[in-house]
Every structure is written in C-alpha cells, then in structure tokens.
C-alpha cells in the first residue's frame, strides 16, 4: 500500500506521453465554438499544466484555426503543436503554411467506411498512405499517422496500413477506437500485436461511447501504447474522448507515473468547462462538485477521523479540497465540523435541533447551503429575541441609466444617529457600503443568495447574507428576509444579520 492510499504494483516499462486534443476532437463536440483567443489561451494553459503533445485544431478547415496555429508557434511552447490533416496533399500544405513542425494524418481503414464513407478499395487507400505521408515527410513534417475506425478493422489490413505508413516515414502511429465500441481487452491485443510487429510508438484514441474510454486507454498503456489521446472533461463528438485528468491521475496513482502537473487540474476544467459552455456533470470523478462532497453521517465521521477511508486520495493532490455537506443524511459529527469550519459557534446541546431542521427541508427537496446553514443555525440561536440594537432610520437610494447608485442612510447604534452617503457597483452595494461606513465597517459583507420564491415580476425573493465581525473575533453571523424589493429585502437581511452579531455581545 502506497502514500497515496492504492494498491501498488504495476509498473510501465515506458514514458507515456498525453497529447491533449481538446481544442480539436473536443471543439467537434456540439455546440461548442471556441474563438481565437478562446483556443491560446486554454493551449497555453495546457502548455504549463505539461501535456507533451496539443492538437490544436484542423489547420485546413478554417481561417480561424490557421491564425491558432501562427500564434502558438510564435509562442515558443514547450508541448508539440499538431494539426490533424486528411490524407491530402492540401491538408499538409495548410500545415505548413502555417509554420508547423508536427503534423497528424489520418484516413479511414474499416470496411464500412471504405464501402460508404471514401468510396475507395483498400488498395487504393494504401496508395494515399503512401503518397501523403511522402509528401508530408519530404517538406520536412514529423508524422503521426491514424487508421480511423481502427478497432473495426481486419487486423492483417490494419497491420498492413500501418506498416504502409511506417514505410513512408510516420514515426508514431495511433489507434482510434472512433466509435467507442471495443473493449479493454480488445484494446490490450490490438495495441500488443501491432507494437511487436510494427516497432515503433503506439498511440491510443478512445471514445466513450460505452463509457470505456478510459480504461481502454489505459489497457493501451499497459499493453505498450507510449501515447495517450485525451480531452479536458472527457469532452469530443458523442459521448466524449478519454479524459485528460482522469488518465493522467491514473497513470500516477497506479503506474506511479508523472506525466501532468496533476494541481493545475482543477484549475483547467473550471477554464475549459466556463470557455465551451458545458457544465460539467456534479459526479465527474476528480472535477465533479461531488468528488470531495461528503455528507453521510458514518462516511463524514470516518473523513473526519481519517480521510483515507472514503478518499481514495487527496483532494488537494489536484488542486481542490474537501467538502463537508449537509442534509438529511447527516449526523451530529459533521454537522459540528461543518459549523467550525464556518466560523460559527453553535452549543451542542442544540445540535439535535439543528440537525431536525436541515433534515425536514431537506426531505422536502430543499438543498442545503453553506449560507442556507448559517442562516438555520442563526435563527435557531435568537428565536425568540426581537432586540434591535442597530436600527436602521431611513435608506434613500438614487439609481437609473448612466447614474452611479448612491445610498444615504441614517443608522442608530446604541442611541447614537449617524448619517452616511455612499456609493457602489449597484443600489444594494451602494446601501450596503453606506450601512457598513455609518457603522465604521466593523462589519464586513461575506455572501450573498437570492431565490426567487414566486414567479412574475412582482415575485416574492428570499435573501439570506452572511456578516463578518471583523473587529473581535470574526464571528460569522446570517440573516434572512422576504419581499418583493430585492434592495429592500436585502438591506432587512443585512440589518438582521448585523443585530445577531450585536446580540452576541450583549
């Protein structure tokens, strides 16, 4: 058993290389469309997190991505930037226009798409196998070279187009299971056979179509392949391609295998999920927002004690952290965690309180916030006390087109009126800022939720904000209102939350 809580034990007798295809196979996803600076901005990314290889997109098929093409190589990265390129002399021209040094040719070798796809004998496809990968080689282009639908193919053919390829000068040929249907030890024997009898480099391409692509991936890797193809989130046309974090992550935890800077994954899904307009699904395994959620009693209690017993590893391992969340599955343990971690102190002879309350909402389908729990937490705290100890005058808020918001209010703390006008970003941080300024900011703004109880534009809205004392000890403190004025709403939960923090004092 390893550091990193896995079972050990398997070991590669080579370096395996990720070349990163978001920015082509996963652009091809629908409804994806990446601008220019969309494209160098997530390649140079790529760049630093370590990925060897980016394909960055498809030199002939678009001004667009011509323009990736000039800017990256005038960039200097560290990765190979290739272009993928049909099996056409004005594919290869458009590579090396654009100043490329790697190049990946591809053509169909499965019988049906032979027969429907390229109309073509397969004599005649080893012919344009030939020719290309020459022409391509003779302007003086490195060449990884694809038989698509690969894993439908007859083997022999494959083998033969393969080695047609070698021939003609391609230094690395890859195996793309284009359609996702082939199974890891499918994978295994393909990847095996052709590594021994072609010689040099394999490289493995896989669809997620039967949700296998990554382990077919790494069946790959364990029989030879010395690169991987992968996309940022699992993203590509279909179903997807192999993810980039999830193989690396693999690699490292059971190849002990470093291939990425594994810290920057967070960081680049966050990026690459915000750039291409696709959520990323909350039980993605290590981006998810469920991969470090606990909220179980029994499993929390155990995280809480010893987080190996429900973490097969470190969340910080790949830049994010753990999360303790609450709801009806929580015990007394984690409920308590979760209030420290928070800032708020909660007697525990009231947890079992608390804990009745989160539960009833969230049978009711109700998700539990960390801000929704701050502001349960607070109300079940004062219940009962009405003290007002900051009384808020009068609010005046003048707002509207090409006018910066401005607030004056008149605030009484402890019988002592005081008048301040401010400004802001919007009327409720302009009230915000003048409240905060007439009390001499011992109160920070923290957080802010908004829900939308009723519909129509006279809707009733739900605020709940949480206040930091920063004057003692940094106590949080929540408040919550309903109205139909949003600034009204949350100017009377910013005075709630302010009279708590007051409260605590008394």
Known sequence: MSGLGVVKGRSLSKKVRIYDTTLRDGEQSPGISLTVDDKVTIARMLDALGVDCIEAGFAASNEADRKVFVQLMSDGLNADVYTL????KGDIDAAIDCGLKHVHLFIATSDIHLKYKLRMSRSEVLDRIRESESYARSNGLEVMFSC??????????????CSVAVQAGASIIDIPDTVGVTMPAEMYEIVYSLSRDLG????????????????????????????????VNGIGERSGNASTE????????????????????????KTVSRYTGYP???????????????????????ILNNASTYEPYSPELIGRSRQISVGKHSGAH?????????????????????LEEIKNLSVGGKEISDIELAAIAENLLWRGRSEEYVKLD?????????????ATVTVTVDGVSKTCAMTGHGPVDAAVNAI???????ISFEELRLESITGGSDSLCEVTVLVKDTVSDGHISAGKAVGIDIVDTTVDAFMQAINRDYARSR
């Not at 390129?85 to 056409?88: A, G, L, N, P, T």
């Not at 984690?334 to 079992?352: A, N, R, T």
């Open 200 to 231: 040099v480099p394999i490289a493995a391409h896989c669809h997620n179509d039967l949700g296998l692509a990554v382990a077919n991936t790494l069946a790959a890797v364990e029989a030879g392949a010395e690169m991987v193809h992968t996309c």
């Open 334 to 354: 984690s409920l308590k965690d979760k209030l420290s971690v928070m800032g708020i102190s909660f007697p525990d002879s009231s947890l079992g309180d608390l």
């Open 85 to 88: 390129s049909r099996c056409v």
């Open 280 to 302: 990323v699904a909350y039980n993605k395994p290590l981006v998810g927002r469920n991969a470090f959620s606990h909220e179980s009693g029994i499993h929390v209690h155990g």
């Open 148 to 161: 698509e639908d690969a894993t439908r193919t007859d083997y022999d053919f494959l083998r033969e187009a």
């Open 436 to 442: 905060r300024a007439a009390m001499d900011n011992r």
């Open 246 to 269: 999830e193989v690396a992550l693999n690699l490292k935890l059971n190849y002990d295998m470093d291939t990425i800077d594994l810290s920057g994954i967070d960081r680049i899904s």
């Open 394 to 406: 009068e609010f005046v808020i003048l707002t509207g087109k090409n006018v910066t918001p401005t």
